[in-house]
C-alpha cells in the first residue's frame, strides 16, 4: 500500500523570524564595538545601513508578527512581542534622527555622540528581548501545529511580510548622476523628494542590478 509523504515545510521557515532578528542583533553589536575606533564619517555609514537594514528586513517581519502570528499565542507571549515591536521601531526612529544630525565634517571621534552609544546599547536590549520571545513563539508553534500547518503558516506570513514591504512608504531623493555639472545637481527633478513604497524601491534596484550584470556579460 502506498503511502503518502508528508508535504515538506517551505524554505521559508518559521525560523526566519528570530534568525533574522539575531542577524541585526550582529549587526548592532559590531557597530557598537567598533564606535571608537572607527572614524566618525566611516561609523555613519555603518549606522545608515544599520539603519537601512531594520526598515528593509526586520520592520516588515515584526508587521508580519502582529498580522499573522499574535493572536495564534498565548496572550502574555502575543502581548510581548508586540511590546518588542513598538520598542524596536521606536528606536529605528531615535537612530533615524540621530544619525541625520551627525556631523559628518566633524574630526571629533564617534565616541562624542553619547545619544547614538545610549540608542544603540538599548536597540541591542530591546533585539534580545524580541529574539527570545520569537523562540519562544517558535517552540510553542512546534508543540501545537503539525508541520503542514507550519508551512501553511509560514507561506501565510511570506505574504504578509511583501504586503508591509508594499504599505511602508519611504522619502527619497532622485540619485545626483557622478558626472553631472553644477547646473545639473540644481534641476528641480533632482532636488524634489518623494515617497515611494519599500517594495518599489527593492524592485527598481533588483532591475537596475540586473540592467548592470547583464551589461557585464
Known amino acids: 500500500m502506498h503511502v503518502d ?5 517551505p524554505i521559508f521557515e518559521l525560523q526566519r523570524l528570530p534568525g533574522t532578528t539575531q542577524r541585526v542583533l550582529d549587526t548592532v553589536g559590531q557597530i557598537t564595538r567598533n564606535l571608537t575606533v572607527i572614524p566618525p564619517r566611516v561609523f555613519t555609514s555603518r549606522l545608515e545601513a544599520l539603519i537601512d537594514q531594520l526598515v528593509s528586513t526586520l520592520v516588515p517581519l515584526m508587521a508580519a508578527e502582529e498580522r499573522v502570528l499574535c493572536h495564534r499565542l498565548d496572550p502574555a507571549l502575543g502581548d510581548a512581542l508586540r511590546d518588542d515591536h513598538r520598542e524596536i521601531r521606536w528606536l529605528v526612529e531615535r537612530l533615524s534622527m540621530l544619525s541625520e544630525g551627525l556631523d559628518r565634517r566633524s574630526r ?21 528581548g524580541l529574539g527570545t520571545h ?38 527619497v531623493r532622485p540619485a545626483i548622476p557622478p558626472t553631472a555639472a553644477y547646473v545639473l545637481r540644481n534641476r528641480p527633478d ?7 513604497s519599500l517594495g518599489e524601491i527593492e524592485r527598481r534596484s533588483s532591475h537596475k542590478a540586473a540592467g548592470v550584470q547583464a551589461r557585464r556579460e
Open 190 to 196: 533632482l532636488n524634489a523628494a518623494y515617497a515611494m
Open 5 to 9: 509523504e508528508p508535504v515538506p515545510a
Open 134 to 171: 520569537q523562540q519562544s513563539a517558535m517552540r510553542h508553534l512546534n508543540e501545537t501545529l503539525p508541520p503542514d500547518e507550519r508551512a501553511r503558516l509560514a507561506v501565510t506570513l511570506d505574504a504578509a511580510a511583501v504586503d508591509a514591504r508594499e504599505q511602508t512608504i519611504l522619502i
Open 108 to 128: 571629533g571621534a564617534p565616541k562624542r555622540e553619547p545619544e547614538v552609544l545610549t540608542a544603540l546599547q538599548q536597540m541591542t536590549i530591546a533585539l534580545g
